[in-house]
C-alpha cells in the first residue's frame, strides 16, 4: 500500500514549490485533519493550492464548485500537466466525454472533480456522489453567494445542501475578496458557522495603483496604452456602446484588441476568451461581465475608463492583474460624471430600502478612495479590514508628491455656489458660474448676475471638478433628491463651520494646467516583468518554445510554465536536471516531460555553446 504523501512532499514534488505562502501550511494541515473552513486570500495568493494539496493528500475525490467553464478548464489542464488526475464535469463536455469521467470516478481513478454549480445540483450527481469516498468539497469563488456581490450566481445559495447532505465530508470556501458584511453572507448562506476562518494579507505588492482626473478619456487610454505595447491586459468600460467604441479605438491605435460583453453572441464571447487566453500581448475591452474565474496569470494591466459599482469590485476587478507575482499595474480615469449613472442604479433596483442604503455606502467608499488625498493602497486595505498598514510607496500619490493644499477659501465659494444657486444644478455648471463662463445657459438662467459669478478664477476647470467631487467625498455636497445630477448642501455642510470661516479644508488638488501636461499616463511604465539578471535572448527563446509546446497541446502557456519559472530558468542557467528540478514551478512529472527539452533551449543560447 502506497503511503499517504505530507502535504510539503505534495508541494515539491507535485507543483514544484519549496515553501508555503502565507496561511497555506495551516489551512491546508486543518483541511487534512478533517476540518472545515472559509478562506480569504487574494488573487495570486495561491487560494487553489489549499484545496489541491488536501484532495491528494486524503482519501477519496475532492469535488470543486466553480462557477467559470474556462477557468475548470485551466485548472484541470494545469493539474494534468503536473501529474494529478483530475477532470470536470459541465454544459461543454460532451456524453462520451462525460461518461468517461463518471467511470474514472466509479473506480477511483480522479484526485480532484470540477464541477459547476448548476451541474452538481440539477439531476442525480449529487446522489451518485453519497455512494462514493469523498476527499473534501471546495467552493471556489465563494462570493457569487452575496446576493448584492459584484458577481451573484443564485446556484451558489442552493450550495447549502452541502452542509446537510455530506456533514462528515469538510468543506472549504475560497474568496478573494469580501468585505466584512459579504464574509458573514458567506458564513451563513453555506453554513459555515463552525468552521475556521483564515485570512491572508491583501495587499497585492506588485500591483501599482494609478488614478488620473477624467478630462479626454479616449486621448488619456491611449497614452497609457503606449506604455504597454505588447502586454495582455483588460480594460473596463460601463456599457457595451462604449466597449464597443474604445475597442476600435485600441484596435485602430495598433494594439491587438477586441471587445467582450453579454450583448455579443456567445460563440463570439467564447472566441474571445480563447484568444485572449492562448495569445500574448491580448487586449480585452469588456463590462463587468469578463473576467470573473480569469485565471490567466501574465495580465499586465487593468484600466478602468469609468469608475465600478463599488471598491470591492474594483480591488476584485484589479487583482486579474499580476496574478503570477510580477509587476502590474491597475489605471484608472474618474470624474464627477461617473457617479450619477451608478445612483440611478442603486435607485432603480429592486433592492430593499436598507440593502440600498448599503450599496450607496459602497459607492462612498470607492469615491473617497478615488479622492483621497493618501495613499490608495492604505485606504484599500483599510476597506476590507486591514488596518494600520503603511504608505505603500506604489501608488499615483506616493509615487507623484503633491502635498495637499488650503482649499478652505475655494470651498466656501463652492458652497456659496451651491446655495446660490438654489441646489439645483450639477458641478460643471457650478464651475461655469465660478469662473465667469459666457454660456447661454448661464445668461438664460441669470447665474452671470450672481454675487458668485466669476469669483473662482484661482482655479482652473480640472481643479474645481475635483474639488467639488471631493467635497461630496467628505459630505458637504450630496446628489439632489430629485435624481437629475444637482448638488445640495450634505450633513457637513449644514453644520456650516466651513462656510463661517471657522474651520479649515486641505486636499490634494490635481497641479495647474501647465504642470499636467504630458502626465495623462506619468509613471504608468510596468516595471520590468522579470528580474534584471535574466538573458533577454535566453528568456525569448524560453517563451517561444512554451507557444510551440502550447500550440501541440492545445494549451494556454501559462499552463505549460508561468513566466516566473521561465524567468527563474533564464537567471540560473541551469545545466542538469537536478538543477531544473529546485526551480520554482517545476515538479516531478514537469521535469519528466519537458526538463531535457528545456535544458536543451538553455545549452543553445549559453556563451560557451
Avoid at 487566453?277 to 475608463?305: L, N, Q, Y
Wanted: neutral net charge; charged residues 25%.
Amino acid at each position: 500500500m502506497t503511503p499517504t504523501p505530507t502535504p510539503r512532499q505534495v508541494l515539491r514534488e507535485v507543483f514544484g514549490y519549496d515553501a508555503f505562502r502565507g496561511p497555506q501550511a495551516a489551512i491546508v494541515e486543518h483541511v487534512c485533519a478533517g476540518g472545515s473552513a472559509l478562506v480569504l486570500m487574494p488573487t495570486g495568493g495561491g487560494k487553489s493550492l489549499c484545496y489541491q494539496i488536501p484532495a491528494l493528500c486524503r482519501p477519496g475525490t475532492a469535488v470543486v464548485v466553480s462557477p467559470l467553464i474556462a477557468l475548470m478548464q485551466d485548472q484541470v489542464s494545469a493539474l494534468r500537466q503536473a501529474g494529478v488526475r483530475a477532470a470536470a464535469l459541465h454544459s461543454a463536455e460532451s456524453g462520451a466525454s462525460a461518461a468517461a469521467t463518471w467511470r474514472e470516478l466509479q473506480t477511483g481513478g480522479l484526485d480532484l472533480l470540477y464541477v459547476s454549480p448548476e451541474r452538481l445540483l440539477n439531476g442525480d450527481l449529487i446522489e451518485r456522489l453519497a455512494d462514493l469516498p469523498l476527499a473534501l468539497f471546495a467552493i471556489d469563488e465563494a462570493h457569487c453567494v452575496s446576493q448584492w456581490g459584484h458577481d451573484f450566481r443564485p446556484e451558489y445559495l442552493q450550495l447549502a445542501v452541502l452542509a446537510e447532505r455530506f456533514r462528515a465530508v469538510p468543506r472549504i470556501a475560497l474568496t478573494a475578496t469580501a468585505d466584512p458584511r459579504t464574509r458573514s453572507e458567506i458564513v451563513a448562506r453555506l453554513g459555515l458557522e463552525q468552521a475556521a476562518v483564515f485570512t491572508a494579507s491583501f495587499d497585492r505588492p506588485n500591483i501599482r495603483y494609478l488614478l488620473r482626473d477624467k478630462s479626454d478619456p479616449k486621448r488619456q487610454l491611449l497614452e497609457f496604452l503606449a506604455s504597454q505595447r505588447g502586454h495582455a491586459g483588460i480594460v473596463y468600460a460601463r456599457s457595451r456602446k462604449r466597449v464597443e467604441e474604445f475597442a476600435a479605438l485600441i484596435k485602430a491605435d495598433g494594439h491587438d484588441a477586441l471587445p467582450y460583453h453579454a450583448g455579443l453572441a456567445a460563440d463570439t464571447r467564447g472566441a474571445a476568451l480563447e484568444r485572449f487566453r492562448h495569445g500574448s500581448g491580448v487586449i480585452v475591452v469588456a463590462t463587468i461581465a469578463f473576467g470573473m474565474g480569469i485565471d490567466k496569470p501574465d495580465v499586465r494591466f487593468v484600466a478602468h475608463v469609468d469608475l465600478p459599482k463599488s471598491l470591492e469590485a474594483y480591488y476584485q476587478e484589479t487583482g486579474r492583474a499580476g496574478r503570477d507575482g510580477l509587476p502590474a499595474i491597475a489605471w484608472m480615469v474618474h470624474g464627477a460624471a461617473d457617479v450619477p449613472p451608478l445612483r440611478r442604479f442603486i435607485e432603480e433596483s429592486d433592492a430593499a430600502p436598507a440593502q440600498k442604503r448599503i450599496e450607496h455606502g459602497r459607492l462612498d467608499s470607492l469615491i473617497g478612495f478615488a479622492e483621497t488625498s493618501g495613499c490608495r493602497r492604505r485606504i484599500l486595505l483599510d476597506y476590507l479590514g486591514e488596518t494600520g498598514s503603511a504608505d505603500c510607496g506604489n501608488c499615483d500619490v506616493c509615487l507623484e508628491p503633491n502635498q495637499g493644499v488650503d482649499v478652505t477659501e475655494p470651498a466656501r465659494k463652492a458652497l456659496s455656489a451651491v446655495y446660490r444657486t438654489g441646489g439645483r444644478f450639477g458641478a460643471a455648471h457650478l464651475v461655469d458660474v465660478l469662473l465667469g463662463g459666457d454660456t447661454a445657459r448661464v445668461r438664460s438662467l441669470g447665474h452671470d448676475q450672481l454675487g458668485v459669478y466669476g469669483i473662482g478664477r484661482e482655479l482652473d476647470r480640472l481643479q474645481w471638478r475635483s474639488l467639488f467631487r471631493q467635497l461630496t467625498a467628505r459630505g458637504y455636497v450630496v446628489a439632489a433628491a430629485d435624481g437629475h445630477g444637482g448638488l445640495e448642501f450634505g450633513p457637513e455642510a449644514l453644520v456650516r463651520p466651513l462656510l463661517r470661516g471657522e474651520s479649515r479644508l486641505e486636499i490634494r488638488l490635481p497641479p495647474p494646467a501647465r504642470e499636467r501636461r504630458g502626465r495623462a499616463s506619468g509613471g504608468a511604465t510596468t516595471p520590468a516583468a522579470g528580474a534584471e539578471s535574466a538573458d533577454p535572448d535566453l528568456l525569448a527563446a524560453l517563451k517561444a518554445w512554451r507557444l510551440e509546446q502550447a500550440r501541440q497541446q492545445r494549451l494556454p502557456p501559462y499552463v505549460v510554465f508561468h513566466d516566473r519559472t521561465l524567468v527563474a530558468i533564464a537567471e540560473r542557467r541551469p545545466t542538469g536536471l537536478d538543477e531544473l528540478a529546485g526551480l520554482t514551478g517545476i515538479g516531478t512529472a514537469k521535469l519528466a516531460s519537458y526538463g531535457e527539452a528545456v535544458l536543451e533551449v538553455v545549452r543553445r543560447l549559453s556563451p560557451q555553446a
